[in-house]
């Protein structure tokens, strides 16, 4: 067995001829004056002393805030250190003592007098008194202007576009990261296809605030600007709250399941909506009171302050709404949203179409349509973005061909082996990416993270993937061909070694009922058989570094095992190497809720860590996946778009294994698991028809 890979002690080593393997590179100038968000740290941790006396400090600060009025007769404005933006003139009678609880501060505005025509010439009075529901601080100015300012000349450059990109999860070095890719062959089509879908939206998203930010941002007067900024902070507005006065909304509330099912069928949905209807999106978890029932509870995948989705991924608009807007908002039924998401039909009632805010209840299952509305939503914002390109640009006709596409109904072919929601759909994929945008200082972190476990000789053509979704544990241990009638499975055990198997006892939630799960000794069964059949199609003479990640503490467990174990090696034709992440978090559980019972993480640190390893998974150039996980198929959707380091991808489901020994079958899939005893019954009778024939030539 070669050496394992040696691991850099510093984030800094240098990278040699994987120079763009760095994940920070093209990244430092937007990182390089990021803010980390001054939130409180959340309140559910306090314990019952601090909070007495938070709220006997909150009684003196009120007390000394009426004897500061009395004295001087000023009004009094209130913002929000949190992201939500309170921000509102109101009278001190409606000072709420939970809300300082909160983290709220209370600052005088006798200064806070401004001309509405200099400042906000686009604004509302009802938006500009709030209260609203705020986007992130966690941005900086220049993020502001590229976001909006900026925004329509993304393509016109070579290059340009890679800043709006790169804040998806990509890897620099990647295929999707490439926008001066100007070849006509089929893969530049579906790439550049997959990269206007994905810019089509953030257009979409974002292009209602360009009115706002180009009068604030370019009105030839530097004082005036920082004039301007100074008044918004003092209204409690962020620097990237805008009202986007014309527009209207969709909110939805994200659920407490998983991170992969959440991307691929809740917040893909809203966006398909929003884009239909050309409405902006806003992710509203733990609502103020006044709103509706279904928008109020927090979001479990999350723990700042404001304990939803923008605690860790950037908002999907700089639109935002006032509490009045929310508490007014209609809500959609279930045929009017189903006909919506399928047709593209409005809703018939004329006041449900015109009204300010839908709110849309999701049913968490991928849409798999693309009504005319939404084909033709995408190639006009497309075409906007491509009417910047000049016509000398070598670019032009691969971009008019890729846009071309969005007008056609989808063809959604069937991925071949085993078929999944979603697996081929590109518009499905690019709102997967554009709703994982992570915060920049999230971003910095995972860079930081992945700079010190990627060595610098790495060859991501040469690697091969492993992420592993639950494990059981062993009960006991069975002989090596045993065939288990009750669990319908057949032990193969390496002839040298023995090691923990499959048996009852589950070590993760992956194993309840959703799905089977194999030994790590199987897995790398499995991984042996892919591994020849690349090494056979590309003559690569190279053993194959596996990347591992896996959430079951049991499973790192049995990896171990097997790296320290050579004798185990005999067993297979390769030579394997693993990289791993020693940073990463194993609380058994893929829900986010269980990991902040089991674990001393919050749940922001076990979305990062979450993140990081998906994106640590898009290193390798062949991947193996349990396909009963929307984790994985997340995954496989990354990878297949071309936002993985390698030169290509190839993603295999364990589903897809012709050895009833190694193939998983999801807990849906009945049929899968009848076919499979079958199989798994014709091996078993053949190992005791072979044992039996030993022990006669032996007596």
Not at 264 to 278: C, E, Q
Not at 378 to 395: E, F, G, N, Q
Not at 644 to 660: K, R, W
Request: proline share 5%.
């Amino acid at each position: 067995m070669s050496a394992p890979l040696s691991i850099p002690s510093s984030s800094s080593s240098p990278r040699s001829r994987k120079k763009a393997f760095s994940p920070r590179q093209s990244r430092r100038a937007l990182l390089s004056t990021a803010t980390v968000p001054t939130v409180l740290r959340s309140t559910r941790r306090v314990t019952r002393e601090r909070l007495v006396a938070t709220v006997v400090a909150a009684g003196l600060v009120i007390l000394s805030l009426l004897t500061a009025t009395a004295l001087s007769g000023s009004t009094l404005a209130w913002s929000s250190s949190l992201d939500w933006s309170l921000s509102t003139a109101v009278d001190l009678s409606l000072v709420d003592v939970p809300s300082l609880a909160r983290g709220l501060v209370y600052t005088a505005a006798a200064n806070a007098t401004v001309s509405n025509t200099t400042c906000f010439p686009h604004n509302t009075a009802a938006w500009l008194t709030g209260p609203r529901l705020g986007n992130t601080r966690s941005v900086t100015s220049h993020f502001v202007r590229q976001m909006t300012v900026e925004l329509s000349d993304m393509l016109a450059v070579p290059g340009h576009a890679r800043y709006y990109l790169e804040q998806t999860i990509a890897f620099a070095s990647s295929r999707f990261c490439n926008d001066t890719q100007a070849g006509q062959d089929a893969a530049s089509v579906r790439l550049w296809t997959v990269r206007l879908l994905y810019l089509a939206t953030l257009y979409q998203q974002h292009s209602p605030a360009i009115q706002e930010a180009t009068a604030l941002y370019n009105n030839n007067n530097a004082a005036t600007t920082e004039q301007c900024l100074e008044e918004r902070s003092q209204k409690g507005i962020g620097r990237y709250d805008f009202e986007c006065p014309d527009t209207k909304f969709i909110v939805a509330a994200l659920s407490n399941n998983g991170l992969g099912a959440n991307i691929r069928s809740g917040t893909t949905t809203v966006l398909l909506a929003g884009l239909m209807t050309n409405r902006t999106v806003v992710f509203v978890n733990n609502a103020p009171q006044g709103s509706d029932q279904y928008l109020q509870r927090p979001w479990a995948l999350a723990s700042c302050d404001r304990m939803d989705y923008q605690c860790f991924f950037l908002p999907p608009s700089p639109c935002t709404i006032t509490h009045q807007q929310l508490q007014q908002a209609t809500m959609l039924g279930k045929k009017e949203t189903r006909r919506l998401l399928k047709k593209g039909e409005l809703p018939a009632d004329n006041a449900e179409q015109a009204a300010k805010v839908w709110i849309l209840q999701l049913s968490f299952t991928p849409v798999l349509e693309n009504p005319a509305r939404l084909r033709e939503s995408l190639h006009h914002h497309a075409t906007m973005l491509i009417d910047r390109v000049p016509s000398k640009d070598p670019r032009r006709p691969v971009l008019l061909t890729a846009a071309s596409e969005l007008l056609e109904k989808a063809n959604i072919d069937k991925r071949p082996g085993y078929n999944f929601a979603a697996a081929n759909f590109k518009m499905n994929h690019a709102l997967n990416f554009y709703a994982m945008r992570p915060l920049a200082t999230y971003q910095a972190k995972m860079d930081e993270t992945l700079e010190e476990i990627i060595p610098p000789n790495f060859d991501a053509d040469t690697a091969f993937g492993l992420p592993i979704r639950g494990t059981f544990w062993l009960v006991k241990q069975p002989r090596h061909g045993q065939f288990d009638r009750l669990n319908n499975r057949l032990y193969y055990l390496p002839t040298t070694h023995a090691i923990s198997l499959s048996l009852p006892q589950t070590a993760s939630d992956k194993c309840f009922g959703e799905s089977e799960c194999l030994t790590f000794y199987q897995h790398m069964q499995g991984v042996a058989q892919l591994w020849k059949e690349y090494h056979n199609t590309t003559n690569t003479n190279s053993d194959p570094v596996v990347v591992f990640t896996s959430e079951a503490t049991k499973m790192v467990q049995e990896q171990q095992e097997f790296a320290s174990n050579t004798t185990l090696h005999d067993d297979f034709s390769f030579r394997f190497s693993f990289l791993t992440n020693h940073k990463d978090v194993t609380p058994d559980s893929g829900f986010v809720q269980d990991i902040r019972k089991l674990t001393n993480f919050t749940a922001d640190e076990s979305m990062l860590s979450a993140v990081t390893s998906l994106k640590f998974q898009l290193l390798p150039r062949v991947s193996l996946g349990n396909c009963c996980s929307n984790f994985h198929v997340l995954l496989s959707d990354f990878l297949m778009e071309g936002l993985g380091a390698a030169s290509d991808n190839g993603f295999h489901c364990l589903q897809e294994f012709d050895d009833p020994r190694l193939k998983v079958c999801c807990g849906w899939h009945k049929q899968c698991k009848k076919d499979r005893a079958q199989a798994l019954a014709v091996l078993a009778n053949q190992t005791e028809a072979t044992a039996t024939a030993a022990v006669a030539t032996r007596l």
